[in-house]
């Protein structure tokens, strides 16, 4: 079980909503289930309209260590992340604050998951 709370100024106030883990379920996907408004457009990983800013809270994370090409690229894209993030994330399997929400898996931590909703590709 994980904690995760959504936070953004399209909300009125915070969302936390208990996410099960090993269930494959994306974020976005449990955004979804509970009305949290994250903007998508294709739903796999290539317009970066999910883009989300994850801390993690607690002491069992960070977890969700995949970091997908395609989900580097189009950060990149965004400019969301850094060569230095790249590397952590390749080399200590340190994932960057910066995501897509349709590619992050859910697994067992707490995280506060924040969006702007206004993330296009150029
Ligand atoms: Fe397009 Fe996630 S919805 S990248």
Same mark, same amino acid.
């Given at each position: 079980?994980?904690?995760? /709370?959504? &936070? *953004? +100024? ?7 909503? #208990? ?5 494959? !379920?994306?974020?976005? *996907? ?6 949290? +408004?994250?903007?998508?457009? =294709? ?5 970066? *309209?999910?883009?989300? $800013?994850?801390? #993690? $809270? !607690?002491?069992? !994370? +960070?977890?969700?260590? /995949?970091? /997908? @090409?395609?989900?580097? @690229?189009?950060? &990149?894209?965004? !400019?969301?992340? /850094? ?6 994330? @390749? ?5 960057? +604050?910066? &995501?897509?929400? =349709? $590619? #992050?898996?859910? &697994?067992? @931590?707490?995280?506060?998951? *924040?969006?702007?909703?206004? $993330?296009?590709?150029?």
């Amino acid at each position: 079980m994980a904690n995760i /709370t959504f &936070r *953004s +100024p399209v909300m009125a106030k915070d969302i936390t909503v #208990y996410g099960v883990a090993g269930e494959r !379920g994306t974020l976005l *996907s449990l955004a979804k289930a509970h009305k949290v +408004p994250i903007p998508f457009d =294709c739903g796999d990983g290539e317009c970066g *309209s999910c883009l989300v $800013q994850v801390q #993690y $809270q !607690g002491e069992n !994370g +960070p977890m969700s260590l /995949t970091v /997908t @090409e395609k989900e580097k @690229e189009v950060l &990149r894209q965004l !400019g969301k992340i /850094t060569p230095a993030e790249i590397e952590n994330a @390749e080399v200590n399997d340190m994932p960057p +604050p910066h &995501r897509l929400a =349709c $590619q #992050y898996i859910i &697994r067992h @931590e707490d995280i506060l998951v *924040s969006f702007e909703g206004d $993330q296009v590709l150029p």
